[in-house]
Antibody, heavy 119, light 108 residues
Framework: QVQLVQSGTEVKRPGASVKVSCKPS????????MSWVRQAPGQGLEWVAW????????YYTPSLQDRVTMTTDRSTGEAYMELTSLTSDDTAVYYC????????????WGQGTLVIVSS | SYVLTQPPSVSVAPGQTARITCGGN??????LHWYQQKPGQAPVLVVH???ERPSGIPERFSGSNSGHTATLTISRVEVGDEADYYC???????????FGGGTQLTVL
């Protein structure tokens, strides 16, 4: 069955960077899109990035596009999300999610990676 | 930027019907998706493209989208349906995925 397994909890100092990984299985990695969504403690969902399977373009949320980079390693079938210049506002659970549609939606999610930014 | 508005909370008795709304300017022109999230868990897609149900989602979950309001309807509500529910669209004008603020469903 479809599974997305993410890397473990990260604790970072303000100003540092973090790179979170996501390893999908149970489906052909190259034929589906992938996205990252985050959720701050007690808050709602916030989209971060989307790799479209249709045009191979990566879209970023405007509020983070200067600090976030999404990459994939097709040889290993893994996806990564790197966020730089961390502040306490970046403390959140980061989810990867398999993405369908030309106007994207998320049909399978990873278990989430907690990123804590604290001095 | 585009905004989706959800009521913060909805309460319903077991066996009754819950309706969770999601408002947005001409939202009926967009493809609308709904997610269920229980505490400490990742979200689960329950309705996509306005009214399509993924495999494994009970028929009790249905969606509609027209004009300025989309609605997630949960029939014969069960205690296990207690969760936060989020609506979501793609705003092509800003190339941005938009989530509603979420609605907490309480089953009394």
């Amino acid at each position: 069955q479809v599974q997305l397994v993410q890397s473990g909890t990260e604790v970072k100092r303000p100003g540092a960077s973090v790179k979170v990984s996501c390893k999908p299985s149970g489906y052909p990695f190259k034929t589906y899109g992938m996205s990252w969504v985050r959720q701050a403690p007690g808050q709602g969902l916030e989209w971060v990035a989307w790799l479209s399977a249709y045009n191979q373009k990566i879209y970023y949320t405007p509020s983070l596009q200067d600090r976030v980079t999404m990459t994939t390693d097709r040889s290993t079938g893994e996806a990564y999300m790197e966020l730089t210049s961390l502040t306490s506002d970046d403390t959140a659970v980061y989810y990867c999610a398999r993405t369908l549609g030309i106007t994207p939606f998320f049909d399978s999610w990873g278990q989430g990676t907690l990123v804590i930014v604290s001095s | 930027s585009y905004v989706l508005t959800q009521p913060p909370s909805v309460s319903v008795a077991p066996g009754q019907t819950a309706r969770i709304t999601c408002g947005g300017n001409s939202i009926g022109d967009k493809s609308l998706h709904w997610y269920q999230q229980k505490p400490g868990q990742a979200p689960v897609l329950v309705v996509h493209e306005d009214s399509e149900r993924p495999s494994g989602i009970p028929e009790r979950f249905s969606g509609s989208n027209s004009g300025h309001t989309a609605t997630l309807t949960i029939s014969r509500v069960e205690v296990g349906d207690e969760a936060d529910y989020y609506c979501q669209v793609w705003d092509g004008s800003s190339s941005d995925v938009i989530f509603g603020g979420g609605t907490q469903l309480t089953v009394l």
